[in-house]
């Protein structure tokens, strides 16, 4: 019996639960369509905007407080981990070293109170803060129905009093049932009118205590970071002091030491070329491998393995040379007879003449000869065929022709493969002419680019020879 009583109560609750929302679904209906007035509070209606943009803003500042969380837990594993790099690097026979190892322990418990500072004193307190906006949005949104029954059972009071057949019964009935719906409803919008206003108002007051925390907290963490930090540099410059001969400063260097370092270094690494007029390159004495070429990006110097197998480059110019580089031998002087050959080639454009070959006299060569040589000045042409200026880079003094394969060891030389040419420029500044090596560009680059300052490069004396 007590068994089926309960679910009877059950089923009556039911019924009446769906009867209301059916009401309620009629009632809304009929308030939309404008033929049942509705009740309405604008000033609680303010509240309730200002309290769905209090959440808003409160969701938003919790999402951003994490993420500010979850930076401070990154940087401090990226503090771990350089602390840690640094023990490692620390050799044992340093002085300061228990020194450099108890900074790095403070530096973690440093961190570690710093983020759990956080989390107490700005986290937490935000969400108990914003732990009080769920109950409070349930409470307007069932003040929402409670406002739709009482404007329900006002209706429905009213259609009776107002029908032509009085029914005092029903009259009654509908009225006590709108005094229940409006006392119920009154109820809660008191409350819900007094805590929204207070409530909107306490978010000044949270803002600044947790800003204010958060400030506070960050300040001291920097204090002492900055106390640790301190010590360490401390203990690094007695490190320096005491084991000053052995200390490597990383510092920008003049161009002509770091001229010089390159020069030292393609010396060692590299290897020279056999004498001139032998066509095979012999293996190095020592046996050492070529030294890996670094990626130049306007010269672009092929991998080491794309050399031939066994085959070794040629010693560097240094090796094979002492003192300063010997200059070319002297260019025999042209005969009187003059092939018809070498005449035309003197109108060439590509023609140069070379101030430091004994020319003949003027009066000893034919007159066309004499007429040519004579046209050629300065890098112009004039007469012939007509007048031009030859493309030359600046300062050229003459071409040479690789005979040789030559792998760059370095970001400032060349490249070079057999047959390439070479158009001979001077050095900027004389003092980095080091012995055995020329400042030039290859012609192939000259004439694609014209940008000397990206093309030009140094390269092996004795990897080429001289052509006209």
């Known amino acids: 019996m007590a068994e089926m009583g309960s679910k009877g109560v059950t089923a009556g609750k039911i019924a009446s639960n769906v009867q209301k929302k059916l009401t309620r679904a009629q009632e809304k209906v009929l308030q939309k369509l404008g033929k049942a007035d509705e009740t309405k509070d604008e000033q609680f209606e303010q509240c309730v905007q200002n309290f769905n943009k209090q959440l808003t803003e409160g969701t938003r500042l919790q999402k951003d407080l994490r993420t500010y969380l979850a930076s401070v837990k990154a940087m401090h594993e990226a503090s771990k981990k350089l602390n840690e790099c640094l023990q490692e690097v620390y050799e044992p026979d340093w002085p300061g070293r228990d020194e450099a190892n108890k900074i790095a322990e403070n530096n973690d418990l440093l961190w570690m109170d710093y983020h759990q500072k956080l989390v107490d004193q700005a986290l937490l307190t935000m969400d108990t803060y914003l732990g009080q906006f769920p109950d409070i949005k349930s409470r307007i949104a069932k003040r929402g129905r409670k406002l739709v029954d009482y404007d329900s059972a006002r209706h429905h009071y009213e259609s009776l009093q107002t029908a032509k057949k009085k029914d005092e019964a029903k009259i ?24 929204l206003p207070s409530l909107w108002n306490s978010r000044v007051g949270f803002y600044v205590n947790t800003f204010q925390s958060i400030a506070g907290l960050e300040e001291n963490f920097h204090k002492e970071m900055s106390k640790l930090n301190q010590n360490l540099n401390d203990v690094l410059v007695s490190l320096e002091k005491q084991h000053g001969s052995n200390t490597f400063t990383v510092k920008a260097q003049p161009r002509k030491k770091t001229k010089l370092f390159s020069r030292l270094r393609r010396k060692k690494n590299s290897d020279s070329p056999p004498a001139k007029g032998n066509k095979s390159p012999s293996p190095p004495p020592d046996g050492s491998p070529a030294a890996t070429p670094e990626i130049r990006v306007n010269h672009e110097p092929e991998p080491a393995s794309a050399a031939t197998p066994g085959a070794a480059l040629p010693k560097s110019p240094s090796q094979l040379r002492k003192g300063p580089p010997v200059p070319p031998p002297p260019k025999h002087t042209p005969s009187k007879e003059v092939k018809h050959e070498q005449i035309l080639s003197l109108f060439d454009d590509t023609f140069v003449p070379e101030i430091s070959v004994t020319t003949p006299s003027q009066s000893s060569l034919p007159a066309v000869v004499v007429e040519t040589f004579s046209a050629t000045v300065n890098g112009t042409v004039e007469g012939g ?25 370095d970001t400032d030389e060349l490249q070079l493969k057999a047959g ?49």
């Open 385 to 409: 065929s007509g007048a031009g200026r030859l493309d030359l880079p600046p300062g050229f003094m003459f071409k040479v022709q690789a005979q040789h394969d030559y792998t760059a060891t």
């Open 172 to 195: 009654a009935k509908a009225e006590e049932e709108l005094i229940k719906a409006q006392k119920v409803f009154e109820e809660m919008n008191v409350d819900l009118q007094e805590e």
């Open 420 to 468: 390439d040419v070479v158009l001979v420029i001077p050095f900027q500044n004389p003092e980095e002419q080091d012995e055995g090596w020329l400042m030039g560009v290859k012609e192939s680059d000259w004439n694609q680019h014209k940008e000397l300052e990206k093309c030009r490069g140094v390269f092996p004396e004795n990897f080429t020879e001289r052509v006209q």
